[in-house]
């Protein structure tokens, strides 16, 4: 069965450092994953998404992730945090070959220190 | 502007109570989502439609119904028989083999 496991529910960086939230996911077939950004009380915005073509993808923000199959890791990194990137950062994989059914993270929380 | 509109923002259910949560698109999406969020537990599927007048149950479905009558419309009925409701519901889209966009939720909560 997949699965996706996010590594840290609480992370906070210092204003200016570099940004790394971890997620390893499992899967029986190649799997299509991505980043999930949601602000308070709002939905989920999407961040970027990998589907198998290039394995370093860019999104919004400034934000990055690099698909390593060896280590069935998605993990996703800003070089610089500023204070609007706190938030709480989702994780998902598909299952069956589509894109529309997803398994989630439970979420890593961001904080920004000024 | 084209998005997916969940009403109302807040919800607030009595004991013994049904309450009807509603989710609309205008992306002309073909399938729709609903999820329930709690702290520290990610999103978890209740139920999801592929295609007017058909739907299938997703993880968590129990005390919970919904209906597909329009392709923009999929209400998600909380149920009495659901005993801890309260939770953030998100409602999303996606073509069929697209990528989910969300909603804003509903904060439903009990009295």
């Known amino acids: 069965a997949q699965s996706v496991t996010q590594l840290g529910s609480h992370v906070s960086v210092s204003e200016g450092a570099l940004v790394l939230l971890r997620c390893n996911y499992s899967?029986?077939?190649?799997?299509?994953l991505f980043w999930y950004v949601q602000y308070p009380n709002q939905g989920l915005q999407l961040l970027l998404k990998?589907?198998?073509?290039?394995?370093l993808v860019k999104g919004i923000n400034g934000f990055e992730a690099e698909f390593k199959k060896s280590e069935t890791s998605f993990h996703l990194t800003k070089p610089s945090a500023h204070m609007s990137d706190a938030a709480e950062y989702f994780c998902?994989?598909?299952?069956?070959?589509?894109?529309?059914?997803?398994?989630f993270g439970k979420g890593t929380k961001l904080s920004v220190k000024p | 502007d084209g998005g997916i509109t969940q009403s109302p923002k807040y919800l607030f259910r009595k004991e013994g109570q049904n309450v009807t949560l509603s989710c609309e698109q205008n992306?002309?999406?073909?399938?729709m989502y609903w999820y329930r969020q709690d702290p520290g537990q990610g999103l978890r599927l209740i139920y999801y439609?592929?295609?007017?007048?058909?739907?299938q149950k997703g993880d968590i479905a129990e005390g919970y119904s919904v209906s597909r009558e329009k392709k923009e419309s999929f209400p998600l009925t909380v149920t009495s028989a659901q005993k801890n409701p309260t939770a953030f519901y998100l409602c999303?889209?996606?073509?069929?083999?697209?990528?989910?966009?969300f909603g804003d939720g509903t904060r439903l909560s009990i009295l």
């Open positions: 998902a994989v598909s299952y069956g070959g589509s894109q529309g059914n997803l398994i």
């Open positions: 999303a889209s996606s073509p069929l083999e697209g990528t989910q966009h």
């Open positions: 990998y589907t198998s073509a290039a394995t």
């Open positions: 899967s029986s077939v190649p799997p299509y």
């Open positions: 439609s592929q295609i007017v007048n058909d739907f």
């Open positions: 992306l002309n999406h073909d399938a």
